[in-house]
């Protein structure tokens, strides 16, 4: 095998390499994994606002409550002053009569809003229910594509690490400045393609048809002479 069939080989093995991470990082279960992660993040921010909402009427229907409670201990203390015994004046016990009343009056009115207010609760408290269970079902899907994409990474892996086992044999039959002029060649190319073979009379990289004096100096070089596509620059092989 000549230098130049080596380096052939070298830019399938680097190829190879350069398909399996692109494979890696466009793996369509990491697409969906992606996607279900901004749901689980777009879906968790109208959960935590209606959760917000519930968390408001629920502190408003608290404050009514403890006004409720201290009005019912009022109550029971005018209650209790009124049937002692002790307060004889029909003035005082008509005017605590008219102060029962208007506390009477008063928790009526909390007591409605209350009422109201759990009114209001129910639906948005089954609204962050429903965006609970939601939640857990994206991410429990999220579950099982991250474990799919573990296992198809862990392939991509392997077969990436038998690859560049073998490119680092091969790579070391290559004289180091063929190797460094071809390293070079393909870092400055975008496709990573920095050799290709003759493909009849044209370049197996870019499909140019080559000048049929310039394809028979490739065809029949020693191999020293190094000879590069005129279009698109990659070393060129017979």
Avoid: W
Avoid at 117 to 139: C, G
């Amino acid at each position: 095998m000549s230098e130049l069939d080596r380096l052939v080989e070298l830019q399938g093995l680097d190829t190879r390499l350069d398909q399996l991470r692109y494979k890696g990082e466009h793996l369509p279960a990491r697409s969906e994994l992606e996607e279900l992660h901004r749901e689980v993040e777009r879906l968790s921010g109208q959960r935590d606002e209606v959760a917000g909402a519930r968390s408001e009427l629920s502190a408003q229907q608290k404050r009514i409550e403890d006004e409720v409670a201290l009005l019912d201990d009022k109550i029971g203390r005018e209650n209790d002053r009124m049937y002692s015994g002790t307060i004889t004046s029909p003035k005082e016990l008509s005017a605590i009569q008219d102060e029962l009343e208007s506390l009477g009056r008063r928790k009526d009115h909390l007591e409605e809003k209350i009422l109201d207010l759990m009114e209001a609760i129910e639906p948005v408290t089954s609204q962050v229910a429903e965006m609970e269970t939601r939640l857990a079902d994206i991410r429990a899907e999220a579950g099982r594509l991250e474990a799919r994409v573990t296992t198809e990474q862990a392939e991509i892996d392997a077969e990436a690490a038998q690859v560049d086992s073998n490119r680092a044999a091969l790579a070391a039959e290559i004289p180091p400045d063929l190797l460094s002029r071809y390293t070079k060649a393909r870092a400055g190319r975008r496709d990573g393609v920095a050799v290709a073979r003759l493909i009849g009379s044209t370049c197996g990289a870019c499909g140019l048809s080559l000048p049929t004096m310039f394809v028979e100096q490739v065809r029949h070089s020693s191999g020293e002479e190094l000879f590069q596509c005129e279009e698109c620059g990659v070393l060129l092989a017979p």
